[in-house]
């Protein structure tokens, strides 16, 4: 295994457009390392070898003529499975799905090969995206690089860990309520979630369709630059995704943070939350003042009800988008059936696990007619009240700076109270409930070794002053450049 796995996406560009490398050696090295470090970490559900070296024998061609298609021309980038791949399974970490193929590419998907990027395979999440660690997948668990006792995050496990580990230059996880972010700080790496609208959705096996955004996991801020402008842009085929001009990523970073005005929740510090993960983050914020920027206290009092309102409202998504799972349209069907009810509920208590069945009767509940104004129609208002929460802070500063999560990566198992995993995700709930921009970057590490990201939010379509700091922050720090030590 060469060195060249562990470069970022914009430097292989370089070495490509040189002649210093060819996507084929890249390929190979990845591959190589897949091989070699994946029987540990577990990111991957599928590899798609041969299809990789021939796209990279193609991308070759294309430098060897001059003719590359742009900067991710050659680069090695591997997918979150709940994004559909054309003649790939796509299995959404189910067995529901295990056996799906579909006969189309999610617009992102499309685009990524349009802009010559290689992909490497499918990579393991908690099935349909619920859950924090990737232990609810139904396939098995990702391990964390930085300590293999130790969960990924979720629900983008494999998307974040592939990447901490040097499997893939660029990975798309979804972010419904935390799921790029929180992995993200889990593994040490830069994860964004795009503005609602943003990014098309066409081709994203749904679960909670009102939040759920696909976004990058990167090494850095220009990588994700990078792959956010092949993404980004309106669709034709998503009736959600916004028609606004997308502007050019990379040549905002560079432009410093001076002047900028950042504000810090006091809602977003509690009780309870790691103290290596406050301190990670005060020092985060004091290296942005010394950066130039000006911080202010700002409030966001209706904090502690958004996640509450999302397990009211991410549900009932989940149940309405989950019935289309019977056994007739997709994958799995059950044998040996009755008639066609015991044929569906079969196939149903078969295919789905124990979280999805939670939050499919949760959802069915809240949805139901004597309960729809109870429960829905209350978090829907309170959603509204996040979002004005966001409203008024932004008139006033650019930009937030807050913890990703309360605490570091846990252990494998421990917790196995659905409620403790849920709290996982209190300070990213808000963000998707507001259908803001927020990126999670490394922020630094524990005395035990493990990463601690530092969360930015930012005013709709707005990722350009996002990544601009981030970037900003990546100059004075090196937390960035640390790799996991794993043994073949
Ligand atoms: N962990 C949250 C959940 O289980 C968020 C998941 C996500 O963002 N896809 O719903």
């Given at each position: 295994m060469g060195v060249l796995a562990s470069l970022t996406a914009h430097e292989l560009g370089r070495r490509f457009r040189r002649g210093e490398a060819t996507p084929t050696q890249v390929v190979t090295d990845y591959l190589a390392r897949i091989e070699a470090l994946d029987p540990q970490v577990?990111?991957?559900?599928?590899?798609?070898r041969e299809d990789a070296l021939r796209c990279a024998g193609e991308a070759d061609a294309r430098f060897r003529e001059g003719r590359?298609?742009?900067?991710?021309?050659?680069v090695p980038i591997a997918l979150k499975d709940v994004l559909c791949t054309r003649g790939?399974?796509?299995?959404?970490?189910s067995r529901i799905l295990e056996r799906f193929v579909p006969p189309y590419d999610a617009t992102v998907v499309a685009r990524l090969y349009a802009a010559g990027a290689v992909l490497l395979g499918k990579l393991n999440m908690d099935e349909f995206a619920m859950?924090?660690?990737?232990?609810?997948?139904a396939f098995f668990t990702t391990h964390n690089p930085?300590?293999?006792?130790r969960v990924p995050g979720g629900s983008s496990g494999g998307a974040a860990a592939a990447v901490a580990a040097d499997m893939a230059a660029l990975t798309l996880g979804t972010d419904t309520g935390g799921s790029i972010r929180q992995p993200a700080a889990f593994s040490g790496v830069l994860g964004m979630k795009p503005t609602?609208?943003?990014?098309?959705?066409?081709g994203l096996i749904a679960f909670a369709s009102s939040l759920d955004q696909i976004g990058p996991f990167a090494k850095d801020a220009e990588d994700a630059a990078l792959m956010l402008q092949v993404i980004a842009g309106v669709d034709p085929?998503?009736?959600?995704?916004v028609d606004v001009p997308v502007p050019d990523y990379r040549a905002t970073?560079?432009?410093?943070?001076?002047?900028l005005r950042l504000g810090v929740p006091a809602?977003?510090?509690?009780?309870?939350?790691?103290p290596e993960v406050e301190r990670a983050v005060r020092t985060g914020i004091a290296t942005l003042e010394r950066l130039g920027a000006h911080t202010e206290p700002v409030s966001l009092p209706h904090t502690e009800y958004g996640l509450a309102a999302y397990y009211v409202i991410a549900p009932a998504e989940a149940s309405s988008n989950l019935?289309?799972?019977?056994?007739?349209?997709y994958g799995l069907r059950a044998s040996a059936a009755r008639d066609l009810i015991d044929m569906y509920s079969k196939t149903r208590a078969a295919g789905f696990g124990t979280e999805v069945k939670r939050r499919i009767m949760l959802g069915t509940y809240a949805l139901s007619a004597g309960y729809y104004d109870a429960y829905y129609g209350q978090a829907q208002k309170v959603r509204t009240l996040v979002r004005r929460d966001f409203e008024q802070a932004f008139q006033r500063v650019d930009l937030i700076v807050a913890?990703?999560?309360?605490?570091?990566a846990f252990k494998m198992g421990?917790?196995?109270?659905p409620i403790q995993m849920y709290l996982n995700d209190i300070f990213t709930i808000p963000v998707n409930l507001a259908g803001l921009p927020g990126v999670s970057i490394p922020g630094g590490f524990t005395q035990t070794g493990l990463p601690i990201g530092l969360q930015l939010i930012g005013r709709a379509f707005d990722e350009a002053t996002l990544l601009r700091v981030a970037h900003a922050h990546e100059q004075a720090t090196t937390w960035h450049t640390r790799k996991p030590q794993l043994a073949s």
């Amino acid at each position: 295994m060469g060195v060249l796995a562990s470069l970022t996406a914009h430097e292989l560009g370089r070495r490509f457009r040189r002649g210093e490398a060819t996507p084929t050696q890249v390929v190979t090295d990845y591959l190589a390392r897949i091989e070699a470090l994946d029987p540990q970490v577990r990111s991957f559900l599928t590899v798609t070898r041969e299809d990789a070296l021939r796209c990279a024998g193609e991308a070759d061609a294309r430098f060897r003529e001059g003719r590359p298609r742009g900067p991710l021309d050659g680069v090695p980038i591997a997918l979150k499975d709940v994004l559909c791949t054309r003649g790939i399974p796509s299995t959404c970490g189910s067995r529901i799905l295990e056996r799906f193929v579909p006969p189309y590419d999610a617009t992102v998907v499309a685009r990524l090969y349009a802009a010559g990027a290689v992909l490497l395979g499918k990579l393991n999440m908690d099935e349909f995206a619920m859950g924090s660690s990737t232990e609810h997948s139904a396939f098995f668990t990702t391990h964390n690089p930085w300590d293999l006792a130790r969960v990924p995050g979720g629900s983008s496990g494999g998307a974040a860990a592939a990447v901490a580990a040097d499997m893939a230059a660029l990975t798309l996880g979804t972010d419904t309520g935390g799921s790029i972010r929180q992995p993200a700080a889990f593994s040490g790496v830069l994860g964004m979630k795009p503005t609602y609208g943003r990014v098309s959705r066409y081709g994203l096996i749904a679960f909670a369709s009102s939040l759920d955004q696909i976004g990058p996991f990167a090494k850095d801020a220009e990588d994700a630059a990078l792959m956010l402008q092949v993404i980004a842009g309106v669709d034709p085929m998503d009736s959600t995704s916004v028609d606004v001009p997308v502007p050019d990523y990379r040549a905002t970073l560079g432009q410093g943070i001076e002047g900028l005005r950042l504000g810090v929740p006091a809602e977003y510090f509690i009780d309870g939350m790691d103290p290596e993960v406050e301190r990670a983050v005060r020092t985060g914020i004091a290296t942005l003042e010394r950066l130039g920027a000006h911080t202010e206290p700002v409030s966001l009092p209706h904090t502690e009800y958004g996640l509450a309102a999302y397990y009211v409202i991410a549900p009932a998504e989940a149940s309405s988008n989950l019935a289309r799972y019977d056994g007739v349209k997709y994958g799995l069907r059950a044998s040996a059936a009755r008639d066609l009810i015991d044929m569906y509920s079969k196939t149903r208590a078969a295919g789905f696990g124990t979280e999805v069945k939670r939050r499919i009767m949760l959802g069915t509940y809240a949805l139901s007619a004597g309960y729809y104004d109870a429960y829905y129609g209350q978090a829907q208002k309170v959603r509204t009240l996040v979002r004005r929460d966001f409203e008024q802070a932004f008139q006033r500063v650019d930009l937030i700076v807050a913890p990703t999560t309360p605490g570091v990566a846990f252990k494998m198992g421990e917790k196995e109270d659905p409620i403790q995993m849920y709290l996982n995700d209190i300070f990213t709930i808000p963000v998707n409930l507001a259908g803001l921009p927020g990126v999670s970057i490394p922020g630094g590490f524990t005395q035990t070794g493990l990463p601690i990201g530092l969360q930015l939010i930012g005013r709709a379509f707005d990722e350009a002053t996002l990544l601009r700091v981030a970037h900003a922050h990546e100059q004075a720090t090196t937390w960035h450049t640390r790799k996991p030590q794993l043994a073949s």
